[in-house]
């Protein structure tokens, strides 16, 4: 990766940088709890590792005890990783090297609207605009892509029909997730099926560029994921972390694994079974990272409701929801997510 591929972090945040007095102190091991100031020391942890080959090639209760792993992993954890999952590994590795190519580019082309890389306006993101210190810049990029987009952009782009490919395979794992997880509450949906179609999910590339000082800076803040569900495929470097039981987490990559995670959408549908639960990335000094994400979702005006009575959340449509985050955003400077929408 040359130089000028990088995002000018410490041009942007160089008040912040001359502000932030570095922890050299050592911290002991016991600070590892979710107020943890150091998340370079949170210790590293298998997710629920779930078979889904289960799924078409067992027999009647091994295909129950595969669909109860999965609902009860999303109750307990909110996070899991799937294997065989009928993505192949050389879709996956073709994806992963074209994102790479695109992130190579020089910043100036990346941050330039689209001239190069057919992508809708503001898919180019990086580090946080509203920052103000270190603790809250995300020492990241990213592009954030609208699966609306990429059929409709240069179909001669060896990226964007990759994308295509990519985004056709996870999201029929998608769909496949949902159904188990209405399923295991006692629903027999359409409901994903005639709400969360292709064209209203997104990707989202990230790169994590080496960082002069993980131990003040995260590659992605705290958060949830505003969606239904999301399913990541991440390299070996490792970063990513999760609260579980009030203390934070490391996951350990698997390289045959994807990552789903329960997202807002389906706490609230689910009302409170399932867990969106906060997770974070943290950045290290020697190495960039690369993830990718689908973000499975409805369209806006799909009205979220809880499966059943009585109701923690009341309802609302998915873009009253996206509306709310980003005001929140705006106002307080994050994302308050369901608690505003508590009955
Ligand atoms: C996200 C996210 C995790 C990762 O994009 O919402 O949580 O490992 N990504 O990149
Ligand atoms: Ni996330």
Request: charge should be negative.
């Amino acid at each position: 990766m040359s130089m000028d591929s990088d995002p000018p972090f410490h041009k942007a945040y160089k008040s912040f940088f001359d502000k932030t007095i570095i922890n050299k102190a050592v911290p002991s091991p016991t600070s590892s709890g979710s107020t943890s100031n150091y998340p370079l020391l949170v210790e590293e942890c298998d997710l629920p590792l779930i078979d889904l080959s289960l799924l078409d090639l067992g027999d009647e209760a091994e295909i129950d005890n595969c669909k109860s792993q999965i609902a009860r992993a999303s109750q307990e954890w909110g996070f899991f990783q799937v294997v065989n999952h009928g993505i192949s590994s050389e879709l996956l590795e073709k994806m992963r090297s074209e994102q790479k190519k695109v992130f190579s580019q020089p910043f100036d082309m990346k941050s330039q609207e689209n001239k190069y890389l057919n992508f809708s306006a503001g898919s180019y993101r990086w580090g946080t605009p509203t920052a103000t210190c270190l603790r809250q810049v995300a020492w990241s990029e990213a592009f954030h892509i609208p699966l609306s987009n990429i059929s409709g952009s240069d179909g001669l782009n060896t990226l964007s029909s990759t994308m295509e490919q990519f985004a056709a395979k996870v999201s029929n794992l998608a769909q496949k997730l949902a159904e188990i997880l209405a399923e295991k509450l006692g629903q027999k949906s359409t409901f994903f099926q005639e709400n969360c179609l292709s064209s209203t999910c997104f990707l989202r590339m990230n790169r994590y560029p080496p960082c002069p000082i993980p131990s003040e800076v995260f590659g992605l803040m705290p958060h949830t994921d505003s969606d239904f569900l999301t399913i990541l495929h991440q390299d070996q470097v490792g970063g990513l972390q999760l609260v579980k039981d009030d203390t934070w987490i490391a996951v350990k990559p698997n390289p045959e694994a994807l990552i789903i995670n329960i997202g807002d959408l389906f706490q609230a549908w689910s009302n409170d079974v399932y867990k969106s639960v906060e997770h974070r990335v943290v950045t290290n000094m020697e190495v960039e990272r690369f993830s990718t994400a689908y973000f499975f979702c409805p369209s806006y005006e799909t009205v979220i409701e809880s499966c059943c009575e009585p109701s923690v959340y009341r309802k609302f449509s998915f873009g009253e929801y996206r509306q709310q985050v980003q005001d929140d955003v705006k106002n307080f400077g994050f994302k308050v997510g369901l608690p505003k929408f508590l009955l």
